[in-house]
């Protein structure tokens, strides 16, 4: 007999997300290409909603004999990733439509993923994350590639499956392991279990797995690539929703699954998170192609906040929040600035483009460099407090060889952050960018006064709501 | 005046200004045209002097409401803000004559930029006011994250002025100012977030009290010092300021040199001293010896230069050697001195930029050799440059005089050797400052191009006269400043030995 109020309080929104894409699905197939029309507006309703949800639910609870059972820090990762699929989807209809793209199954595969996303953070058991983790992959794949005429959305599409896939058997063949050596897949019952040499192997292939879903190095090297080919809102929401979402969800199975044996794993991760503000900082230096230097950027991010995983459950689980939140709102801005770089010739990425931005739309400018500055963590933006809290987590833990790296990566990423400044404020003006739909303005510029302004001065607010949801992870 | 929170009116006001400005010209965008453009700058230049001037009568009655009989911070406002950290704002007699210097020298810098820049003087009027704000509340801060914020924030609206309307080498010398800035102050953001966790707090009243075991102190301090050291600048990391000097533009080197180079020798003072007392007597012969070098080294580096505003930046780091000579002799002239010459130099290489600034407006060159015979077109202008090369040399009767002489007489009572070497760049700066006189003032006129050069003008009298008095008055009654400073100098030696 199944239990629907605890069903209901469990995954809420992933049930809604189920039935709604299913409707889509119907509404698809009924309408044809009528529905194209709203399919966008469908979607983001629905996202919206399931945000609305996921915050109703918020204390969360178990459900289908503990295969999955979510807390408050899994739903306040929940509500931030829907709410930014729904505005990525907002942002995508003008684009897709000047490409003559716009087709519902897009906004329907957003929902495909979001709901992957939900039941990834929702897992309690091995299975259910495998299952959420490839939902929301096989839907990436296929919008990776959406722009199908185009060679280098395909290529990016058939590099991120090809990788992908491998990826995805690392992590079932490390649930495997760990399952075979612990005798059982729930979260709390491998907890339990004896640690064992076996299990170890299983848990640093999931690692790799892992790491590979959130773009770490050194299982980065997918990342520019996709980011450059796909579709830039594909990109954007690849650098939001489910970068937010895997994070917390790496955290969560580190946290809850391996939360007993951190000195096993603590080294492990630093080394990731070391190489990856290593790597990501200096390989986005040389990028002329904003959207791979964007996708450098995120891998040296998912470095700092790494630095929050490695720190363990205690001092990092707050921090991490905190941290994603504000880097991935600073993201969405960015890559809607991409959005907003559109000529008459069509789209254009190269980072000069946006030369003398600030004489042409000084207000653009302004944002985006609130944005850049913000990501780079430099005061007085809201990103700042994302760093201060990380740095705060790793030295807290003892991680102070990480704490130098961090440091010494911000100084190596504001020579390119610096540089996009320069290009948008120093340099001469070129061609005035064409105008753009208004909600991927708002996006830039709301996003800007969100990281910018507001979580600077409320900055306590969402640090108070993170160390709530981090201290719902406990029970 | 109640609980009325002035510090914070005086810290944004500049802020809230340059937001007024820019939405102003936001709303007007549309009726403007490229004719009026030299209109619209003189009407965002004049507001920005209307505001900046505003916010020295502010800093001038919060110099009002401050008792300097009392060592501690005054006027404090306090917030809750986040976690331990709180919004939290006082100042004490060493903050209080930073801070009007920086209130003095903004309104200053944008009436000499009125007629040098003639490119998006709305943006740089916007990037001043904002600056103003974070100069002001890096000593207004009685908090380590909010002074860390306003120290780091300063960068960005710098790095634009020198970056937009600096010279011909601008974006190499704005990233080198940025980058090299950024990379001391991250160190200290690592030793913010470890005494933040240690004391359990980031208010500075607490940290002063509180004790850091010996071997923290030592790397607390040393990452502090990354900081500071560049900020200051002291040698070997000091290359930064010439490349940033010479090309940002004469408001810019003002600033640079009038308050930014200023915050240094505060965190020196605010920091390093109190809270770590143990780590600053291990380091004192270092840091003698440092300043030595600076001093003497950056002196004969000066003499050699044949572009003016880079002998000014290389004498600019020698007299800084001053100031880091008084604070580490740890008493009450060493001290007394280094806040005395912070001020007097922001007042004279603030002038002698300025001083420059005029000649490169009619002449576009900063060549020391492209000059020569000035005082026969411009007696005026020469009359004023002796002043403060005179100044500048440390002459008695100006205000360098009590800032060198205080600091030797303070460094001579901790080390002997030290007060020698500095003595020597004494005798170096007149070599050096005298020698730029001559060949730029004295003798014929060779340039063809000199003999229609014009004399200041009243804008420029209007910017350099103040700070002529003021080198005199300071020079003759140095008394105005020390009975503001003295109560917190010795507060600062007393944390120092334990009390």
């Known amino acids: ?475 | 005046m109640g609980g009325f929170p002035i510090l914070s009116a005086m810290t944004f006001l500049p802020l809230a200004g340059a937001l007024i400005i820019m939405v102003v010209r936001a709303a007007t965008a549309g009726s403007r045209d490229e004719t009026q453009a030299g209109s619209e700058g003189r009407t965002a230049l004049m507001a920005g002097l209307i505001i900046s001037g505003a916010t020295f009568l502010v800093s001038l009655a919060a110099f009002a409401y401050y008792n300097p009989a009392e060592p501690g911070y005054q006027l404090v406002e306090q917030y809750r803000w986040y976690q331990n950290i709180s919004y939290k704002m006082g100042v004490d007699g060493l903050s209080i004559t930073l801070i009007l210097l920086t209130t003095f020298l903004t309104p200053i810098c944008l009436l000499a930029s009125w007629n040098s820049i003639n490119k998006r003087v709305t943006e740089y009027v916007v990037a001043f006011l904002v600056l103003e704000t974070f100069m002001i509340g890096v000593f207004t801060a009685l908090d380590l994250v909010l002074f860390y914020i306003f120290f780091e924030a300063g960068l960005i609206p710098m790095f634009l002025i020198i970056g937009i309307w600096g010279g011909p080498d601008k974006i190499y010398a704005a990233f080198k100012f940025f980058l090299y800035t950024l990379i001391g102050s991250l160190f200290m953001l690592v030793a913010v977030v470890y005494m933040y966790q240690a004391a359990g707090s980031s208010d500075f009243e607490v940290l002063e009290s509180y004790e850091f075991a010996r071997n923290a102190q030592t790397w607390l301090w040393l990452a502090f010092m990354a900081s500071f050291a560049v900020k200051l600048p002291m040698w070997p990391v000091h290359t930064w300021l010439p490349d940033a000097h010479v090309q940002a533009p004469t408001a810019g080197s003002v600033v640079l040199a009038g308050v930014l180079l200023k915050m240094g020798g505060y965190g020196f003072l605010r920091f390093s001293l109190p809270m770590f007392p143990d780590a600053s007597h291990l380091f004192q012969p270092v840091m003698f010896a440092l300043a030595v070098v600076a001093i003497v080294y950056t002196s004969l580096v000066a003499w050699r230069q044949t572009d003016m505003k880079k002998l000014i930046a290389y004498s600019s780091v020698a007299h800084m050697g001053f100031v880091t000579l008084g604070v580490f002799s740890f008493n009450e002239a060493g001290v007394q001195g280094a806040i005395f010459q912070m001020l007097s130099h922001g007042i004279i290489s603030g002038a002698l930029f300025l001083i420059v600034g005029v000649v490169y407006d009619r002449m576009h060159t900063r060549e020391i050799s492209a000059y020569g015979g000035l005082v026969h077109r411009m007696p005026i202008y020469a009359t004023l440059f002796m002043l403060f090369t005179m100044a500048n040399v440390g002459l008695p009767g100006t205000s360098g005089f009590i800032g060198e002489i205080l600091t030797m007489v303070g460094g001579f009572q901790a080390s002997t050797w030290a007060a020698f070497g500095a003595a020597l760049g004494v005798i170096f700066s007149a070599v050096y400052m005298l020698t730029l006189y001559r060949r730029t003032v004295f003798g014929q006129i060779t340039n063809p191009k000199l003999n229609a050069i014009k004399d200041m003008n009243l804008i420029e009298l209007i910017c350099i006269v103040p700070l002529a008095l003021l080198t005199i008055l300071f020079g003759v009654a140095p008394n105005l400043i020390f009975n503001i400073t003295e109560g917190s100098a010795l507060r600062v030696l007393n944390l120092m030995a334990g009390g």
């Open chain 1, 1 to 475: 007999m199944l239990d629907y109020t605890a069903m209901i309080l469990a995954i809420g929104p992933e049930l809604w997300l189920a039935a709604t894409a299913l409707i889509g699905v119907l509404l698809g197939a009924v309408l044809k290409d009528k529905f194209n029309a709203f399919a966008f507006k469908f979607g983001a309703l629905v996202l919206f909603a399931a945000a609305a949800f996921s915050l109703m639910n918020y204390q969360g609870g178990e459900a289908f004999n503990g295969l999955v059972r979510t807390n408050t820090f899994v739903n306040f990762a929940k509500f931030v990733s829907y709410a930014i699929g729904g505005v990525t989807l907002m942002m995508s209809e003008g684009f897709l439509k000047r490409h003559n793209t716009i087709r519902y199954e897009y906004a329907l595969l957003t929902i495909f993923a979001s709901l992957g996303i939900g039941m990834t953070l929702s897992a309690a058991d091995l299975m259910t994350l495998y299952m959420g983790v490839e939902t929301l992959s096989l839907s990436s794949y296929v919008m990776a590639a959406f722009h199908r005429d185009s060679i280098r959305s395909s290529e990016a599409g058939l590099k991120y499956f090809v990788l992908g896939s491998l990826a995805s058997g690392m992590l079932l063949y490390g649930a495997s392991l760990v399952y075979g050596f612990a005798g059982s897949t729930e979260y709390v019952a491998i907890a339990a279990a004896e640690p064992s040499v076996g299990m170890m192997f299983g848990m640093v292939l999931m690692i790799v797995g892992l790491a590979f879903k959130v773009s770490a190095a050194p299982m980065h090297v997918w990342t520019p690539d996709v980011y450059e080919g796909s579709p830039t809102p594909v990109a954007a929401f690849f650098a939001t929703a489910p970068k937010m979402a895997s994070m917390v969800v790496f955290a969560n199975v580190m946290y809850t699954v391996f939360g007993g044996i951190i000195e096993q794993w603590q080294m492990i991760l630093s080394i990731i998170a070391g190489l990856s503000m290593i790597i990501g900082s200096l390989g986005a230096l040389t990028q002329t192609n904003i959207k791979r230097l964007l996708g450098y950027s995120s891998i040296a991010n998912i470095g700092y906040a790494l630095v929050a995983v490695a720190a363990g459950q205690e001092f990092g689980a707050g921090p991490l929040l905190v941290f994603m939140t504000l880097y991935v709102i600073a993201s969405l801005g960015l890559f809607a600035g991409v959005l907003s770089m559109r000529r008459k010739g069509g789209m254009v990425e190269g980072i000069n483009e946006l030369g003398g931005l600030m004489r042409k739309r000084p207000w653009l400018a302004i944002a985006l460099s609130v944005l850049i500055f913000s990501m780079a963590g430099l005061p007085p933006f809201g990103g700042f407090f994302g760093k201060w809290e990380v740095l705060n987590a790793g030295l807290d833990a003892g991680l102070l060889p990480l704490a130098v790296i961090l440091v010494l990566a911000s100084v190596v990423s504001l020579g390119y952050y610096l540089r996009l400044i320069k290009i948008m404020w120093f340099d001469e003006p070129t061609e005035k960018f064409e105008a753009i739909d208004g909600s991927v303005t708002f996006t830039v510029i709301a996003s800007a006064v969100l990281t910018g302004v507001v979580f600077l001065i409320f900055i306590y607010q969402l640090s108070g709501w993170a160390g709530n949801a981090a201290a719902g992870l406990a029970i």
